[in-house]
């Protein structure tokens, strides 16, 4: 599937860059084309004024038997050191007189003319002997005069051009391939890693409610097989099943707020509030549970400290990390909470004592339903959601969290808070 989204990527791309440098190439072309075509006309307009002046003293210049040009005269060099002549003609295309300061023989001058005459057109070009030559055809009294112009260096950079653009396209094609192919890769890993993620996702969430499912399933058949006993008799079956239920509630719950989370970033309300007073108030719900599992608590709140966000999410946050700090803490362990204003940022830490996070596992622990130790997590009820639950929030207020941990020893969760 991710093979055919980046060839679709790849194909697209070319297209529209093939298309586009068509487009710059052809425009590029076709304005030196008429650049070209205005100077080869200027100067053909020039070349027919100059062989146009009265001769001079020294007399009109003809080649072999073609009868010299009445009124024609060579008044010095053509203009810009062009190659160009000119030919005199009567009614019937006949050579009458010729003007050129090249020795070109009879023949020559015979073709040029049978090719102006066939074009059927005051201008245009030809190509003889190797050479391109632009002509303009004048009519006059007696005839017509027909100026040529060598255009054969024109031509070239016109025909040069082509093949410049050519390969340059051809090249660029190919740099633009591989580049396109890179970035392609580089494009469609976020969308892979999210689609593995779902997937993960729902197979990890099928997972946990199989484990629910099936305890909820067996205590419905032992309640089944012994319908005739009473209700009492068979209520440790029946608690079996409000518990796994309770368990069901709390994960599709869990569940249901990581989906909705982008979601409610534009429902939820943010205003400014005494974080302080929010985290102090979590602790003093969490006070019973700490001493009935007989976990030390200290904590230092700094008053005052103003945020603006959701109140009650920030709460959720420090919920989470207590409840997990009680959970993987060692027995009469003990947890330090800290709140303090660091630079521009409210930091909030919470550290507890226990077997730690090896490092190759700090860099998954907040993604959803993963856990350091499986069995461990399902005996103390966890769902490895809270994590990835408090991150989401976290990020929502435009903060960050990580986790630091030495093994054996304790492990630290630090909040930061713009």
């Not at 005069?145 to 050519?166: G, P």
């Not at 860099?363 to 769902?383: E, L, T």
């Not at 809270?386 to 969760?413: C, D, M, P, W, Y």
């Amino acid at each position: 599937m991710f093979n055919k989204l980046r060839n679709r990527f790849l194909i697209v791309n070319l297209v529209i860059i093939t298309f586009i440098m068509l487009l710059a190439f052809a425009s590029i072309y076709t304005i030196t084309y008429q650049n070209v075509r205005n100077d080869i006309d200027m100067e053909l307009h020039r070349v027919s004024e100059f062989f146009q002046k009265p001769a001079d003293k020294k007399g009109d210049r003809h080649e072999g038997n073609v009868p010299p040009q009445e009124n024609m005269g060579n008044a010095g060099p053509p203009p810009e050191r062009s190659v160009s002549f000119q030919l005199q003609t009567d009614a019937q295309w006949n050579i009458t007189g010729t003007n050129s300061r090249f020795d070109m023989d009879a023949e020559f001058y015979r073709q040029a003319i049978e090719e102006a005459a066939s074009g059927n057109k005051d201008s245009g070009q030809f190509t003889l002997e190797g050479t391109t030559w632009a002509y303009m055809v004048q009519i006059n009294k007696t005839g017509r005069t027909v100026a040529y112009l060598d255009v054969t260096a024109q031509q070239n950079i016109l025909t040069n051009l082509i093949y410049t653009f050519s390969a340059v396209a051809f090249i660029m094609l190919i740099v633009i391939y591989f580049m396109s192919r890179f970035f392609a890769n580089r494009s469609i890993e976020p969308v892979k890693e999210a689609f593995n993620k779902q997937k993960q996702f729902i197979a990890d969430a099928s997972h946990e409610l199989k484990t629910p499912l099936a305890v909820i399933q067996t205590n419905a058949d032992v309640l089944l097989s012994n319908s005739d006993d009473t209700i009492q008799n068979q209520a440790k079956w029946l608690h079996h099943i409000k518990s796994e239920t309770e368990r069901m509630k709390t994960l599709t719950n869990d569940l249901l707020y990581l989906t909705e989370m982008d979601d409610s970033r534009a429902n939820v309300l943010y205003v400014n509030f005494n974080i302080s007073e929010a985290v102090e108030s979590v602790i003093l719900t969490m006070e019973a549970v700490m001493f009935e599992k007989d976990i030390t608590l200290t904590y230092d709140i700094e008053p005052g400290l103003m945020l603006r966000g959701s109140s009650e999410q920030i709460k959720q946050v420090v919920m989470i990390l207590l409840d997990n700090a009680i959970k993987y803490n060692k027995p009469k362990g003990s947890i330090e909470l800290t709140l303090q204003k660091r630079h521009h940022d409210i930091q909030l830490k919470v550290t507890n004592t226990g077997e730690g996070i090896p490092p190759e596992h700090l860099d998954n622990i907040f993604d959803r339903f993963y856990r350091v130790n499986q069995s461990r997590s399902r005996k103390s009820g966890g769902y490895g959601l809270g994590l990835a639950i408090a991150k989401s929030i976290v990020e929502q207020h435009k903060g960050r969290i990580t986790a630091k941990s030495a093994v054996n020893e304790e492990t630290s969760f630090i909040v930061h808070l713009g």
